[in-house]
């Protein structure tokens, strides 16, 4: 399994993201979230392939969104594969975001 490295920006997306489902949707929807982006990131670790190439917005990036079958989610999971074993996670944006404008 990749080592998974969050960029500052990710961990401060990923906090933003989850203090906003709390607060619109309560405690358990909150946990919920968390746990789809828990297993997004451990999915791209075990498979850093697994994402959608997205060079049309930066060269080498890749998008996963975090959804799954039967658990509805809005967000994308932006990363970039650094090394052999190590991922590195960018942002994690709304999927209706202008993703040209919010990443690097």
Do not use: C
């Amino acid at each position: 399994m990749a080592r998974i490295v969050r960029s500052q920006r990710a961990k401060h997306d990923i906090l933003v993201v989850l203090q906003f489902t709390k607060e619109r949707w309560g405690i358990n929807q909150a946990r919920e979230y968390s746990a789809l982006i828990r297993e997004a990131l451990v999915a791209i670790g075990t498979d850093p392939s697994r994402g959608k190439a997205r060079d049309d917005i930066l060269p080498g990036i890749f998008a996963h969104h975090i959804s799954q079958r039967g658990r509805p989610a809005r967000h994308i999971v932006f990363y970039r594969i650094r090394s052999k074993g190590t991922v590195e996670v960018i942002r994690l944006l709304h999927d209706a975001m202008d993703f040209v404008r919010h990443l690097p």
